[in-house]
């Protein structure tokens, strides 16, 4: 059974580091062609795609958020970690972390976590 | 950046009605498509991927097809159990997209 949850702060004040900790089971980040990804949702809004860090350790960040974000894994304790510099307000939302998988034709999300809802105010 | 647009952002439809979305990438991504449901207050979970592929435990009244640019999901039978936002997502070039979602509403 592939489970996924995100834990880090539920507050956190503008300009301050968001870290969120992705922990799974049922699957391993050293598998070819297996990866996590962070997406966030604000309240009432669209999915939104942040990052992503392959099983060989390659990543990919949004453009418009690269600089401010940043992807690691740790395989050993089955766990992804984002960090997200210089909050704002506009960055409340929720935040999940999902399980990709890649075939010749595609990428996806196939597992997902519950969420863990992000709000940045002071 | 790829940009997706789906259509309609919202449709109310009765049960038993076949209900169909469209998603358009500002270009070709292949079969690089996938469709996400999510229902109120929960995570979203994958329908389909690889344009027409449905995934493990779905319902086969959900169906896809397209490739290129134009993609399409549908629902030959819509349930009570349907009502959620849809959302397509691209993989194409590994910068990945989500469209801005459909609201499915049951009249």
């Known amino acids: 059974q592939i489970t996924l949850k995100e834990s880090g702060p539920t507050l956190v004040k503008p300009t301050q580091t968001l870290t969120l900790t992705c922990t799974f089971s049922?699957?391993?980040?050293?598998?070819?062609?297996?990866?996590v990804g962070w997406i966030r949702q604000p309240p009432g809004k669209a999915l939104e795609w942040l990052t992503l860090?392959?099983?060989?350790?390659?990543?990919r960040y949004s453009p418009s958020l690269k600089s401010r974000l940043t992807i690691t894994k740790d395989t050993s304790r089955n766990q992804v970690v984002l960090t997200m510099t210089n909050m704002d307000p506009v960055d409340t939302a929720t935040y999940y972390c999902?399980?990709?998988?890649?075939?010749?034709?595609?990428?996806?999300?196939?597992?997902w976590g519950q969420g863990s809802l992000v709000t940045v105010s002071s | 950046d790829i940009q997706m647009t789906q259509s309609p952002s919202s449709l109310s439809a009765s049960v038993g009605d076949r209900v169909t979305i469209t998603c358009r990438a500002s270009?070709?991504?292949?079969?690089?498509l996938n469709w996400y449901q999510q229902k109120p207050g929960k995570a979203p979970k994958l329908l389909i991927y690889?344009?027409?592929s449905l995934h493990i435990g779905v319902p086969s009244r959900f169906s896809g097809s397209g490739s290129g640019t134009d993609f399409t999901l549908t629902i030959s039978s819509l349930q009570p159990e349907d009502l959620a936002t849809y959302y397509c997502?691209?993989?194409?070039?590994?910068?990945?997209?989500f469209g801005q979602g459909t609201k499915v509403e049951i009249k």
């Open positions: 997502q691209q993989s194409h070039n590994t910068l990945w997209t």
């Open positions: 999902a399980r990709s998988d890649t075939l010749p034709a595609t990428s996806y999300l196939d597992f």
């Open positions: 049922g699957f391993s980040l050293s598998t070819s062609g297996v990866g």
């Open positions: 690889a344009a027409s």
């Open positions: 270009q070709s991504i292949s079969s690089s």
């Open positions: 860090i392959f099983w060989n350790g390659d990543k």
